[in-house]
C-alpha cells in the first residue's frame, strides 16, 4: 500500500529548498515549520539563520518567499514580524492528500519508518503463583501499545515477558505439594482462558501458597525440606521440575485470562522467565570476570561505578554472584541481554519497567556495554513508567493497605462503563448482549487510556469516575465520537444521501479545514510517538482529533436538505476518514472502537 506524504512535509520541503536558494550557507537547515492560529503554518528558521550569517531577517524571509516555486499545494506565504513566515495551503491540495490517504488502505497512507530495525520488548511481567495488582497495569498497557505500534511502522519485534519463575520460594511451594499432592486438584490447561478458569487457578496457588508459608513458619522439619527441594529444582530433577511446571502451566491459566480481558495477546512461545536463563547464569558470571568487568569482593562477584556510591560515600556494586554462590537478579538480567543480542540478533532492546528499578537498570548496561555486549550498533532502554495513585495522590492501596487486585479495578471499570452505555442507549436500541458487550470495550479501554495518556515517566491518579466519563480527555469520549460518525453514516445510507466522496473543488469552511488538516497529520503523529516510545502523544492526538470533529460536526452540518450533494458527499467523506483514524489510533493504544454506544 502507497504512504502518502502529509502537507506538513511537502511545505517543509519546499521551504528548504527555497532556504537552501536564499541563503546558500543554510544547507539543509530546518526551516521549523510549525501548526499556527495566524496560518495554517508558520516558519520560525529564518530568524536564526539570518541571525548565523548577519543578514536582515526580514530580507532573507521576502528572498525565501521568491524562491518558493509555483505550488498547486502552497496557496499564500506573509512574511511576519521580523521574518516568520505565515504559510496557507490550499483547499484543494488538502482534500487530494486525505482522498489519497483513504485511497491507500488501512495504514490511510502511514509510512513505514525510515530505517525499521530488530527490537526485543520486555514488558508484562507477572509472578508465577502469584495474584497480579494493579502495579502490574502500566508495563502490561504501555508495552502492548509500543509494541503495536512499533509493529505498524515496520519495526521487527520481539515480544518478551519477563515472568517471575524460579528462586527460593518455589521449593517451598513444591515441596507442600508434593506433600499435599490433592491441594491443586483442578485440572491444568493453558488453552482454558475464561475469567473463571483464571480465577479458579489463581485461587488455587493463593491457597497452596498460603497454606505452605504457614507451615515454613512453623515447621522447621519442613522448612529444611523445602531448602533442600531448592538445590533440586536448581540442579534439574525430574520430579521437582514436574511440579514446577504444573505451577506455572496453573499460573499461565491465570495470565491470559486476564491478559485476555485486557485484550492483549499473550503467546506461550513469548514468556521466558527467570528459568530460562538459567543454564547461562555460570558462563555469563566467568565471562565478566575473566574480561576484568567483574570482581570479587568479599566473596561476591561485582561490578563497581564511579558514579555510584551509598549515603556513606562507599562505592555500591551490582552483584553478579552473592557471597554464597547464589545468583541475582543482575546475573539473570546480563544473561538476558546476551540471548536477545547474540542469538536474536536484536539491535534494540526496550524494557518496559517500573522507574524505580532504573539505577539496577542502569548498572546492568553499563555493565553490558563494558563486557561488548551492548555498542554503538545494539542499545538497550529502560522505558520507565511511574507509579499508580489513589485519589490522595498516595500509592494505590486497598483500606487494609494492601495492593489492590487488578482483576478487581477491572470488573469495577466494566460495571461502571456499563451504566455508561446502558444510560446513552435511551431508546433500547441495544440489546443486553450488546450492552454487556460495549461496556467491556469501554470500560477497558477507560483504564487503558487513563494510563497511556500520560507520559509514562509521571505518576498518575487511579479515579474510574473520570475515566469513564464522556466529557475530557478519556477514551469514551473519543470511542463516542467513532461511534456517531458510524450512525451519521448509517443514517446517510438509510436515506440515500450521496455516498462520502471527496471534492478538492470545493471551498472549505474553518471547522472542515481544522480536521483535515489535523487529519493529514496522521502519519507523521504515529512515526513521531513510535520513535519516542511516547502512546502519549498518539493519545493526545486522537483526543485532538475528536475534538475537531465535534466542531465540525456542530458547526457544518453534514445531512441538511439545504446543501448541494457534492457538499453532503464531501463532509460525508470527512466522516469517514475521521472514523477510521480514531480506530486506526485507538487500535495502535490496544483499545476498541465500538461502532455504537
Known amino acids: 500500500m ?3 506524504t502529509s502537507l506538513t512535509a511537502s511545505v517543509e520541503q519546499q521551504l528548504k529548498d527555497a532556504l537552501g536558494a536564499a541563503l546558500p550557507a543554510a544547507g539543509d537547515a530546518d526551516p521549523l515549520l510549525r501548526r499556527s492560529d495566524r496560518a495554517d503554518f508558520q516558519a520560525n528558521g529564518v530568524l536564526a539563520l539570518a541571525k548565523k550569517a548577519k543578514a536582515n531577517p526580514r530580507e532573507v524571509a521576502t528572498r525565501v518567499v521568491a524562491a518558493l516555486p509555483d505550488s498547486t499545494v502552497i496557496k499564500d506565504v506573509e512574511v511576519s514580524g521580523p521574518g516568520f513566515l505565515n504559510i496557507t495551503v490550499s483547499d484543494e491540495a488538502l482534500v487530494r492528500n486525505l482522498a489519497a490517504r483513504a485511497a491507500a488502505g488501512e495504514r490511510l497512507g502511514v509510512p513505514y519508518a525510515e530505517h525499521p530495525g530488530r527490537t526485543v520488548i520486555d514488558y508484562a511481567q507477572p509472578n508465577v503463583a502469584k495474584e497480579m495488582h494493579v502495579g502490574h497495569l502500566r508495563s502490561a498497557v504501555i508495552g502492548d501499545a509500543v509494541m503495536r505500534m512499533l ?12 515472568i517471575g519463575d524460579w528462586g527460593t520460594q518455589f521449593g517451598m511451594l513444591i515441596q507442600y505439594l508434593m506433600e499435599h499432592p490433592a491441594e491443586l486438584d483442578r485440572s491444568s490447561d493453558s488453552s482454558e482462558v475464561s475469567q473463571a478458569a483464571g480465577e ?47 505451577f506455572v502451566d496453573e499460573s499461565k491459566v491465570y495470565f491470559n485470562a486476564l491478559f485476555g480481558k485486557l485484550d492483549m495477546d499473550i503467546r506461550d512461545a513469548d514468556i521466558v522467565g527467570e528459568s530460562g536463563y538459567n543454564d547461562m ?30 549515603p556513606d560515600g ?25 540471548n536477545r543480542v547474540f542469538d536474536l540478533k536484536a539491535d534494540t532492546l526496550l524494557y518496559v519497567v517500573d522507574a524505580r528499578q532504573a539505577l539496577h537498570f542502569k548498572m546492568v548496561f553499563e555493565t553490558a556495554k563494558r563486557a561488548g555486549w551492548l555498542s554503538e550498533d545494539v542499545r538497550a532502554v529502560q522505558l520507565a513508567f511511574g507509579t499508580v495513585l489513589g485519589a ?34 435511551a431508546k433500547g436500541r441495544l440489546s443486553e448482549d450488546e450492552i454487556a458487550e460495549r461496556g467491556a470495550q469501554v470500560g477497558i479501554g477507560a483504564v487503558k487510556y487513563a494510563d497511556l495518556s500520560t507520559s509514562a515517566s509521571r505518576d498518575y491518579k487511579f479515579d474510574l469516575d473520570q475515566m469513564v466519563s464522556l466529557n475530557g480527555d478519556t477514551s469514551v469520549y473519543i470511542q463516542y465520537a467513532y461511534a456517531r460518525i458510524q ?65 465540525f460536526y456542530d458547526q457544518c452540518h453534514v445531512l441538511s436538505d439545504d446543501n448541494a450533494p457534492e457538499v453532503v458527499a464531501n463532509r460525508l467523506f470527512l466522516c469517514e476518514l475521521t472514523g477510521k483514524t480514531l480506530a486506526a489510533g485507538l487500535g495502535l493504544l490496544g483499545i476498541r472502537a465500538p461502532k455504537s454506544l
Open 314 to 338: 562507599k562505592p555500591v556494586p551490582l552483584i553478579v554472584r552473592k557471597s554464597n554462590g547464589g545468583f541475582g537478579y543482575a546475573a539473570t538480567d546480563l544473561s538476558a541481554i546476551r
Open 2 to 4: 502507497a504512504s502518502v
Open 487 to 551: 450512525s451519521i453514516l448509517r443514517r446517510a445510507t438509510d436515506s440515500g444521501a450521496p455516498a462520502p466522496a471527496a471534492h478538492p473543488e470545493l471551498p472549505l469552511a474553518p471547522a472542515e479545514r481544522a480536521l483535515g488538516l489535523h487529519l493529514d497529520a496522521f502519519g507523521d503523529q504515529v512515526l513521531e510517538a513510535t520513535h519516542e516510545y511516547a502512546p502519549h502523544k498518539l493519545a493526545a492526538y486522537l483526543y485532538q482529533t475528536a475534538s475537531l470533529y465535534t466542531t
Open 392 to 425: 490522595d495522590g498516595k500509592p494505590f492501596k486497598t483500606r487494609a493497605g494492601e495492593s489492590v487486585r487488578l482483576v478487581d479495578l477491572l470488573d469495577e471499570a466494566v460495571t461502571r462503563a456499563t451504566a455508561v452505555v446502558r444510560e446513552k442507549d
Open 200 to 246: 479458579a487457578a489463581m485461587s488455587n496457588l493463593n491457597r497452596v501458597y498460603k497454606a505452605s508459608k504457614a507451615l515454613f513458619d512453623e515447621d522447621e522439619g519442613f522448612k529444611d525440606r523445602a531448602r533442600r527441594r531448592v538445590v533440586d529444582l536448581q540442579a534439574g530433577d525430574e520430579e521437582t521440575l514436574a511440579f514446577w511446571h504444573r
Open 151 to 162: 509493529e505498524f511502522t515496520g519495526e521487527t519485534v520481539i515480544r518478551r515477558h519477563h
Open 281 to 310: 547464569l555460570a558462563e555469563t558470571c566467568d565471562l565478566l570476570e575473566q574480561s576484568g568487568v567483574a570482581v570479587r569482593s568479599e566473596g561476591a562477584l561485582c561490578v563497581f561505578f564511579d558514579d555510584v556510591k551509598g
